[in-house]
C-alpha cells in the first residue's frame, strides 16, 4: 500500500473544505508514521496512552499526537506532557483530571467533548443533556489549565448513508447551537471532528472540520 499516495488522495478529496486529517496510526509500526510523515502528514491519532508515548519518543517533535479512544483518567499522566489534542472526553471528572496533570506540566490541554450520536450502545459519548450539564457547571471555569475547543462524535457503524448523515447533522446542529450559546472563558468551540475511513465525505459534507482516517491511509489494522 502506497501511504504517500494515499494521503495525497485524501487531501485531495478534502478540496477547499478546511478540514484537518488526522492519521489513525494505532497498531501501526513507526515505519509507516514514518512515511506517511515524509509525504507531509503531521497529526496523527493514537487510542492508547502508552502506545502513543512510545511512539511520541522515537518520532520528529513537531508532530500533533491526539488521542482519539477513550481514555482513563489514570492515564492521563502519561501523555500530559506532550498531547496536542485530546478528543475523547466524556466526563467532568476526566475534565478535572486532565487540567490537574495539565497544570503539573505548565500546559494548556485543548479537548473536544465527545457525544453520543451513535444507535450502539458500545460507544461512549454524553447525550444532549449531559453535555448542556457539564458546560454550565459551576466547576468548569475554574479549569484553567484545559481548553475546550470542539466536539466529536461517532456515527452508527453502518451502510445505510441515510442514518449516518442523520447522525453527523445533529451533531453538527448541536455544535453550531452550543457555540452560539456558550459563553465560559475556557470553551471557544471550533473544531468538531466526525468521519472515520468510511464516512468522512458525508461528515465533510454536513461540517466536519476534522477527520480521522486510519485503514484509508495505512490499511487494514493489525488487531494483534
Known amino acids: 500500500m502506497d ?16 478540514c484537518k486529517l488526522v492519521a489513525v496510526s494505532k497498531t501501526k509500526p513507526i515505519s509507516d508514521i514514518k512515511e506517511a510523515y515524509d509525504a507531509g502528514q503531521r497529526i496523527f491519532g493514537e487510542n492508547k496512552a ?6 511520541q519518543g522515537e518520532l520528529p517533535e513537531d508532530i500533533q499526537w491526539h488521542m482519539i479512544g477513550h481514555l482513563q483518567r489514570n492515564k ?21 483530571e486532565i487540567n490537574k496533570q495539565a497544570k503539573k506540566n505548565n500546559r494548556v490541554i485543548d479537548v473536544l467533548l ?13 447525550h444532549k443533556n449531559e453535555l448542556y450539564e457539564l458546560l454550565h457547571s459551576v466547576e468548569l471555569p475554574e479549569l484553567h489549565h484545559i481548553k475546550i475547543v470542539g466536539l466529536m ?17 445533529f451533531l453538527a446542529d448541536l455544535f453550531n447551537s452550543t457555540r452560539s450559546d456558550i459563553q465560559v472563558d475556557n470553551v471557544e468551540l471550533t473544531e468538531l471532528s466526525m468521519g472515520m475511513s468510511g464516512d468522512y465525505k458525508i461528515a465533510i459534507e454536513e461540517g466536519s472540520t476534522m477527520i480521522r482516517v486510519g485503514s484509508a491511509i495505512f490499511g487494514e489494522r493489525n488487531y494483534n
Open 50 to 55: 502508552q502506545e502513543m508515548t512510545e511512539k
Open 153 to 169: 462524535g461517532m456515527a452508527t457503524f453502518t451502510d445505510n448513508e441515510d442514518q449516518i448523515r442523520r447522525e453527523f447533522k
Open 3 to 18: 501511504i504517500k499516495n494515499n494521503i495525497e488522495e485524501l487531501i485531495n478529496s478534502l478540496g477547499s473544505s478546511n
Open 114 to 126: 465527545q457525544i453520543h450520536i451513535a444507535e450502539e450502545d458500545t460507544k461512549f459519548g454524553l
Open 76 to 96: 492521563v499522566k502519561y501523555i500530559a506532557p506532550y498531547v496536542s489534542l485530546i478528543h475523547s472526553v466524556d466526563s467532568l471528572k476526566l475534565l478535572k
